[in-house]
Antibody, heavy 123, light 107 residues
Framework: EVQLLESGGGLVQPGGSLRLSCAASGFTFSTYAMTWVRQAPGKGLEWVASVGSDGRATNYADSVKGRFTISRDNSKNTLYLEMNSLRADDTAVYYC????????????????WGQGALVTVSS | DIQMTQSPSSLSASVGDRVTITCRASQSISNSLNWYQQKPGKAPNLLIFAASTLQSGVPSRFSGSGSGTDFTLTINSLHPEDFATYFCQQSYSSFVTFGPGTKVDFK
């Protein structure tokens, strides 16, 4: 059974930092691309960042580029999101999800999601 | 970035109704369109991928159609558990974008 379990959320002051983790099990982690998607309270879904299966290729939404870093440790089956210079509008539930890529394309269909980690940026 | 719009933003329906939700992309995305259902406090659940392919385990009353820029999610004979918010998502670009959502509630 595929399981994704986020951790590391919490309350942080504006300008602060936080690192989210997503522990994966039930599938061969090192062969899947991974992504973070967030949802502000009462709002829609916003893609945040993605990383390829080997950790080399990364993409970021403009809203987080230069402040957030996505990474992975395939030896620990864990995905990370390092968040710096946090702002009030980063307040959201952060979900991790996996998806498959072939040499020519990626599905980017998110079949499995974690339960989410709440990040609150407030003074 | 590819912008996604949905209509309506909300709708009221009754059990047994047929419901249609529309999603439009700001440029052609071929059939790279996925639909999700989300209930309060839960992660989204994939319903349809590649515009019209039903995800395993999803009831056949859900269907999707469209290609290019215009897409539709249809729920035939709404069940009580279908009252939720529905999001479309383009997977054409590495920079994924979601529609703003359509909330389906009780009439």
């Amino acid at each position: 059974e595929v399981q994704l379990l986020e951790s590391g959320g919490g309350l942080v002051q504006p300008g602060g930092s936080l690192r989210l983790s997503c522990a994966a099990s039930g599938f061969t982690f090192s062969t899947y691309a991974m992504t973070w998607v967030r949802q502000a309270p009462g709002k829609g879904l916003e893609w945040v960042a993605s990383v390829g299966s080997d950790g080399r290729a990364t993409n970021y939404a403009d809203s987080v580029k230069g402040r957030f870093t996505i990474s992975r440790d395939n030896s620990k089956n864990t995905l990370y999101l390092e968040m710096n210079s946090l702002r009030a509008d980063d307040t959201a539930v952060y979900y991790c999800a996996n998806y498959q890529c072939s040499p020519s394309s990626c599905s980017r269909k998110y079949e499995y999601w974690g339960q989410g980690a709440l990040v609150t940026v407030s003074s | 970035d590819i912008q996604m719009t949905q209509s309506p933003s909300s709708l009221s329906a009754s059990v047994g109704d047929r419901v249609t939700i529309t999603c439009r992309a700001s440029q052609s995305i071929s059939n790279s369109l996925n639909w999700y259902q989300q209930k309060p406090g839960k992660a989204p659940n994939l319903l349809i991928f590649a515009a019209s392919t039903l995800q395993s385990g999803v009831p056949s009353r859900f269907s999707g159609s469209g290609s290019g820029t215009d897409f539709t999610l249809t729920i035939n004979s709404l069940h009580p558990e279908d009252f939720a918010t529905y999001f479309c998502q383009q997977s054409y670009s590495s920079f994924v974008t979601f529609g703003p959502g359509t909330k389906v509630d009780f009439k």
